[in-house]
């Protein structure tokens, strides 16, 4: 690898951002064809600074749903996998089914998503998250298992699971397959700027690129151009750029909208009636070691009949910042949390929030608990702490026993790609301002689905939920937790016109001949899949498609 450009080369493919997109597309590109010659872009640098200026020029207007900028992304090699949580889940059969309550939002299809699925054990290979079997019925040594004494399959499943991956994080796991690639440089502290005007026939030659420190400019060549700069720089990037569109009447009108995370957080536990012991709360693992995890889900057919959003539930702990869960283990990991240096090191500030909201309460009570549960309060995030931060593949999250048959219910459910959730340039052109709300309908359905689950447990006799709120406070509830803004969706969508969308289904940008877009920006659903590992299955099948053309 080479780690100087030289701009005399017109180099075959130039991508630009190395996130886990970046780094699988030019993996993957350079290795099918040795002969080509590949430049990868970074903005971020070795010792990435504190603050950088991508991310000190993003407003975001509502920090309740939207966690701030630094919260949301990385820049430096391997992007956001430097703090991601290695949730590898797939998409649905029904992401790709339109239903009325996303109105006509569903600009991909069936057939699209099962093209893209010959691709999956080459990106579950990147990704390291073991087998790539996302159902327990798949997999002769769990097919019999259930969730739950009692619990039968039917509206409501418990087979389908998420995968984890080490996590793995993509800049220091790859930096040395990368540098290995003789085809390959990687030119990290520029910013991709401004592309050069399509000719006649679609092609866009040249790049201009800027030195983050000295900021001067320099022109790149190449004969194609992938992004693949994470949802929000992507869609700034092609904001600011908007000659690449010259061709087209206009430009693409859903550049920058339908922007889409997840909804998610905890309205509800559940209480089983079986046998303590029997239930699956934890972690199953592959005989590779890898881990994954079983989550309620609701069939294709249950969502499209009653135009319900595809949401995920799954066994979680009581809340930790709320000492009556009089857990000793809990209440350690939550005083843990809250120290303010040693908290920052345990987990990133988005995760860190999920588990303590932000809040410091009961100090006192929480003391009391690892008392109580001395030496258990230390033994198991001691084991917790070892099993997560010291082997190579870490144990990918804490879920705890419950002797009383009593789990909290975490969901993480779609939304719809709802026009007014944009990203637009401010006045100066560089502005970056993330518009995100949770509509009636994103949260309606999260109503909707938790009824469903509670119906079909006391229909099973497995078990019922317990609400954690009034039913008139349950809409309210939702759209004060849950908030988002790291799973990001939706804003240069997959179309099959430039009037719906912005990149066709090869990834195309809609307008040109050479400039495509890998991101999950492209995703016009969000389902309830953590979008990471599918984007690396759409990385895989892009560099096969520019290899071929
Ligand atoms: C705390 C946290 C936890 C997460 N957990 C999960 C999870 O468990 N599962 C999951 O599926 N997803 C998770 N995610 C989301 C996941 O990290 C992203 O989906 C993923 O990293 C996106 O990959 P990417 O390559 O598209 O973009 P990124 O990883 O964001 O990489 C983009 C790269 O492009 C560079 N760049 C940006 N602009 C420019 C420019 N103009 N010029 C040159 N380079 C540029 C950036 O510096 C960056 O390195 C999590 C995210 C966070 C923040």
Same mark, same amino acid.
């Given at each position: ?16 951002? *190395? ?10 590109? *350079? ?49 956001? *996998? ?12 029904v992401d790709?089914i339109d239903r009325p309550a996303l109105s006509g939002g569903c ?48 509206v ?16 220091? #796991?790859?930096?040395?397959? $990368?540098?290995?690639?003789?085809? $390959? ?76 995370? @997840? ?26 070691? *890898? ?7 609701f069939t294709s057919k249950y969502l499209v009949d009653n135009n319900l959003l595809n949401t ?97 219910? @975490?969901?993480?459910s779609e939304q719809i790609p709802f ?20 509509t009636d309908t994103d949260i309606n359905s999260v109503i909707k689905l938790?009824d469903t689950?509670?119906?079909?447990? #006391? ?33 240069? #969508? ?31 659903t969000?389902g ?22």
């Amino acid at each position: 690898m080479k780690s100087e450009f030289d701009d005399q080369v017109i180099y075959d493919l130039c991508i630009i951002g *190395s996130g886990p997109a970046g780094i699988i597309t030019a993996l993957e590109y *350079s290795r099918l064809d040795p002969g080509k010659r590949v430049l990868l872009i970074e903005y971020g640098i070795k010792e990435q600074p504190v603050e950088n200026d991508l991310d000190n020029s993003i407003q975001n207007t509502n920090p309740i749903n939207h966690h701030d900028p630094y919260e949301c992304t990385n820049k430096g090699l391997g992007g956001s *996998s430097a703090t991601w949580g290695g949730r590898c889940v797939m998409y649905d059969e029904v992401d790709f089914i339109d239903r009325p309550a996303l109105s006509g939002g569903c600009t991909w299809d069936s057939a699209l998503f099962d093209e893209t699925k010959k691709y999956i054990p080459a990106a579950a290979a990147y990704f390291e998250c073991g087998d790539p079997v996302f159902n327990l019925n798949d997999m002769p040594e769990f097919s019999e298992t259930k969730i739950a004494d009692n619990f039968r399959e039917g509206v409501v499943t418990d087979s389908v699971v998420e995968r984890w991956s080490m996590p793995t994080r993509f800049g220091t #796991r790859y930096e040395k397959e $990368l540098a290995e690639r003789e085809n $390959l440089t990687l030119l990290m502290g520029y910013e991709a700027r401004d592309f050069s005007e399509p000719d006649e026939s679609g092609n866009v030659s040249l790049l201009k690129v800027r030195n983050i420190s000295t900021k001067n400019i320099s022109e790149v060549s190449a004969k194609k151009f992938v992004l693949s700069a994470g949802t929000q720089e992507t869609t700034r990037i092609l904001l600011r750029n908007l000659q690449l569109f010259n061709s087209l009447q206009e430009v693409p009108p859903a550049l920058g909208k339908y922007y889409q995370g @997840h909804l998610s957080g905890k309205i509800a536990s559940v209480v089983f009636k079986g046998e303590p012991k029997n239930i699956d709360y934890g972690f199953l693992r592959n005989a590779d070691g *890898s881990y994954m995890r079983r989550r309620f889900q609701f069939t294709s057919k249950y969502l499209v009949d009653n135009n319900l959003l595809n949401t995920a539930i799954w066994l979680d702990n009581p809340l930790y910042f709320d000492p009556v869960h009089k857990s000793g283990a809990m209440s350690f990991m939550y005083l843990a949390m809250i120290t303010p240096i040693l908290g920052k090191k345990l987990a990133p500030p988005a995760i860190a929030h999920s588990i303590t909201k932000g809040e410091v309460k009961g100090v006192g009570k929480h003391i009391l608990n690892i008392i109580k549960d001395f030496p258990g309060s230390l033994i198991t995030p001691a084991s917790i702490f070892y099993k997560r931060y010291c082997l190579k593949r870490k144990l990918p999250g804490v879920f705890l026993y419950s002797p009383k048959n009593n789990y909290a219910l @975490h969901f993480h459910s779609e939304q719809i790609p709802f026009e007014g959730n944009r990203m637009e340039l401010g006045a100066d052109g560089e502005k970056l301002i993330i518009h995100y709300e949770l509509t009636d309908t994103d949260i309606n359905s999260v109503i909707k689905l938790h009824d469903t689950l509670d119906k079909w447990l #006391r229909e099973c006799n497995c078990g019922e939920l317990q609400y954690w709120f009034k039913e008139d406070e349950l809409f309210d509830a939702i759209k004060k937790i849950s908030k988002d803004g790291i799973h990001q969706s939706g804003t240069t #969508r997959i179309a099959d016109s430039s009037k719906e969308g912005v990149v066709d289904r090869d990834l195309r940008l809609w307008g040109t001949k050479n400039v495509f877009v890998c991101s999950s920006s492209v995703f016009p659903t969000s389902g309830q899949a953590n979008p990471t590992f599918y984007l690396g299955v759409f990385a895989v099948r892009l560099a096969n498609h520019l290899n071929k053309i």
